[in-house]
């Protein structure tokens, strides 16, 4: 995996003042981050989670999704800790990119679910690749992780590459009208565990 670090700041955020870690890839263009607080190179597990962009869900605030939700909850995990790290990584609509994601919401306001909806237009379900977080955990020093996420697929990637989930942790949030089958579709056909 050719993603590399690139520079590091200071981001003060609501929930505290974290450090910022710039990555970029030369073969996508595509630039990650990792957000850390506190000393994440000691060697002790890591309060961790792998959030893939969501423009629509992080910064447009839409009520489709639960990944705004989940963004907040993650960095006021790591805030109340006092330790830990977010990887945000450039991978739109589960891979599919934001126009895409478009045309997915179109078919989805038509009555497909997420999945039905990627496969409509070609995709497969879900063309995350985590293997992009190999050389940003391993240039934070991190080797052992609490992971927040609802999504196997997600421990079980980190494994593969080498590094210990030791715990994973239910990220919940609040259900509302609009996303309700969206929810339903991530644990029905996509294995998420909701709890």
């Known amino acids: 995996m050719s993603v590399r670090y690139v520079e590091s700041c200071r981001l003060p955020t609501q929930w505290g003042v ?3 870690h710039g990555f970029e890839d030369p073969e996508t263009g595509k630039e990650h981050v990792a957000l850390t607080l506190g ?3 000691n060697g002790e597990p890591v309060l961790a989670r ?5 423009l629509t869900g992080d910064g ?3 009520l489709r999704c639960d990944c705004g939700e989940q963004l907040h ?4 995990a790591i805030a109340t800790e006092g330790r830990g790290a977010l990887l945000y990584l450039r991978q739109e609509g589960r891979g599919i990119g934001l126009i895409n994601k478009i045309k997915a919401y179109r078919l989805q306001d038509d009555g497909a679910d997420t999945v039905e909806a990627n496969e409509a237009l ?3 379900a879900d063309l995350r690749d985590y293997s992009i977080c190999r050389p940003m955990l391993e240039h934070l020093g991190i080797e052992r992780l609490r992971l927040m996420t609802n999504n196997p697929r997600k421990v079980q990637a980190l494994e593969e590459l080498g590094f210990a ?3 994973r942790l239910p990220l919940e949030t609040p259900h509302n009208p609009h996303n309700q089958k969206y929810l339903a579709t991530k ?3 996509l294995g998420h565990l909701m709890g």
């Open 18 to 20: 974290f450090d910022m």
């Open 39 to 41: 000393d994440v190179a």
């Open 50 to 54: 792998l959030h893939s962009e969501c």
């Open 60 to 62: 447009l605030f839409s």
């Open 73 to 76: 909850a993650a960095l006021m």
């Open 122 to 124: 070609g995709f497969g």
């Open 165 to 167: 989930v030791l715990e």
């Open 187 to 189: 644990a029905g056909k």
